[in-house]
Nanobody, 127 residues
């Protein structure tokens, strides 16, 4: 069984930075492609960024400037650095894990590709 746990969210003012963490346990972390998604109230879950097993990254077009995804296989953790936060970044941020033992260089921007999800971490940005 795979467990995914996000942390690092909170209430911040516009312009601040946050680093979200996602810890994975239960299986060999290096065999998983990972992704960060967010869901604002009344909206569909959308991809923020994704990272392959080898570290190849993908960003949604609107996320390329202020978001940075990274992974540390030694710590079984991925991170999402968010800079210059805006009120429209307010959402629950979720981390997904996809078993990808045959595809070391593939990232997955689609939420349906992921079997394992965390409970989410709330990010609220005040103006």
């Amino acid at each position: 069984q795979v467990q995914v746990v996000e942390s690092g969210g909170g209430l911040v003012q516009a312009g601040a930075s946050l680093r979200l963490s996602c810890a994975v346990s239960g299986r060999t972390f290096s065999l998983y492609a990972m992704g960060w998604f967010r869901q604002a109230t009344g909206r569909q879950r959308e991809c923020v960024a994704a990272i392959s097993r080898s570290g190849t990254t993908y960003y949604a077009d609107s996320m390329k400037d202020r978001f940075t995804i990274s992974r540390d296989n030694a710590k079984n953790t991925i991170y999402l650095q968010i800079d210059s936060l805006k009120p429209e970044d307010t959402a629950v941020y979720y981390c997904g894990a996809k078993f990808a033992h045959l595809s070391p260089d593939t990232y997955y921007p689609e939420p349906d590709a992921y079997l394992y999800w965390g409970q989410g971490t709330q990010v609220t940005v005040s103006s």
